[in-house]
């Protein structure tokens, strides 16, 4: 059974940084594409950032998004953290590399992050 487990969340203020962790078990990822997603209240999920296998990456702006495949584990550095970046921020994984939530068949739990102002 594939889980996801999300760590690294909290609250933070403006300005500042946090690193956000996810762990994959229960399968073989080989060639899998992980991601980030993030969902606000009242908000659709959002797209964040996305890394193949092999580290293409798709990410916007102040954040970086790295993988380690030997621990199966996908990192997101996020830098400059605004107010508007608050929300519960989810990892997923497929084997498809997509920007689109429908594409990713697993999730994690989410992660709150918090930028106070």
């Known amino acids: 059974q594939v889980q996801l487990v999300e760590s690294g969340g909290g609250l933070v203020q403006a300005g500042g940084s946090l690193r956000l962790s996810c762990a994959a078990s229960?399968?073989?990822?080989?060639?899998?594409?992980m991601a980030w997603f993030r969902q606000a209240p009242g908000l659709e999920r959002e797209f964040v950032a996305a890394i193949t296998w092999s580290g293409a990456v798709s990410v916007e702006g102040r954040f970086t998004i790295s993988r380690d495949n030997a621990k199966n584990t996908v990192y997101l550095q996020m830098n400059s953290l605004k107010p508007e970046d608050t929300a519960v921020y989810y990892c997923?994984?497929?084997?498809?590399?997509?920007?689109?939530?429908?594409?990713?068949?697993?999730w994690g739990q989410g992660t709150q992050v918090t930028v106070s102002s």
């Open positions: 229960g399968g073989t990822f080989t060639n899998y594409a």
């Open positions: 997923a994984t497929s084997p498809t590399y997509s920007s689109d939530s429908r594409s990713y068949p697993y």
